[in-house]
């Protein structure tokens, strides 16, 4: 069931996205590398902390820690570890907030220390399509008109975008109806409607292959042939002056 959150919901929802855009910042400055993936676990749980926040993601469905770090072909909920970034590694920050009950949800994808032109260009990408997206979040499109465009525009890079993983809604729950598609065709699925709260987050392949297995940490989801993945989202509000980002 899609539910419909009033101004002042959206309002304490933008707060959690504060503290949550905030706590990514803080940990763009210390993806470096030699620092290990579970010491940005543990910088982002201190931080949510100390402004307020619970990490949305700790124990959510047997998952124990904070932040899901996801390193180079690992697509998505990868486990924070004691493995080393170096200098050429992409690594993808997925992080969620509770504030006052409610959720925010948002990631980005860095590049550690110098990185391949191929893997900026695949953030840029991936980056891009996220923008893209937005600008579709208004009231009377539908999930597959965000689905669509970002697809498209995908597509026209050479990448590949994963299928079987896709965007949300999100309130009191980090997960709720509808499900965003990162594909699709116009004018199908769901209608958007004011007071509608979305996670939009394209995740794209390198070559193009869009088939994801287990991680090799038995949680994580990883690209199927290996090669480089990027992933990128945002919690969005729908109103009717257009959609607002919440997690900035």
């Known amino acids: 069931m899609i ?15 504060r503290i949550l855009a905030e706590t990514i910042k803080h940990l763009e400055k210390i993806a470096k590398p030699g620092t290990t993936t579970m010491e940005l676990n ?35 909920h990868g486990y924070p570890s004691d493995y ?30 110098k990185v391949s032109f191929e893997a900026k260009r695949l953030l840029m990408a991936t980056r891009k399509a996220l923008k893209r997206g937005i600008k579709k979040a208004k009231i009377g499109n539908t999930v597959g008109d965000i ?7 995908v597509e026209e890079q050479g990448y590949g975008i994963i299928r079987d993983l896709c965007g949300h809604g999100i309130g009191k729950n980090l997960h709720e109806d509808p499900q965003i598609l990162n594909y699709g ?6 209608k958007l409607q004011e007071g509608m709260v979305i996670c939009i987050e394209p995740m794209l392949t390198m070559s193009g292959e869009y088939r994801i297995k287990k991680a090799s940490d038995g949680y994580g989801f990883a690209t199927k042939d290996g090669s480089l993945s990027a992933h990128f989202e945002h919690t969005i509000a729908i109103t009717k002056n257009g959609p607002i980002v919440l997690t900035e």
């Open 42 to 76: 543990n910088a982002a749980e201190a931080k949510i902390l100390a402004m307020g926040g619970f990490p949305a993601f700790k124990n959510y469905n047997g998952f124990p820690y904070s932040l899901c770090a996801s390193v180079n072909e690992v697509v998505v």
């Open 84 to 113: 080393i970034l170096k200098d050429g590694d992409i690594i993808g920050l997925d992080l969620g907030v509770i504030y006052n009950k409610y959720y925010s949800d948002m990631a980005v994808t860095l590049p550690v220390g």
């Open 185 to 190: 065709s116009r004018g199908t699925g769901e």
């Open 3 to 17: 539910t419909i959150k009033s101004a002042e919901e959206i309002k304490i929802m933008k707060e959690s996205g």
């Open 147 to 153: 689905g669509n465009t970002i697809q498209r525009y």
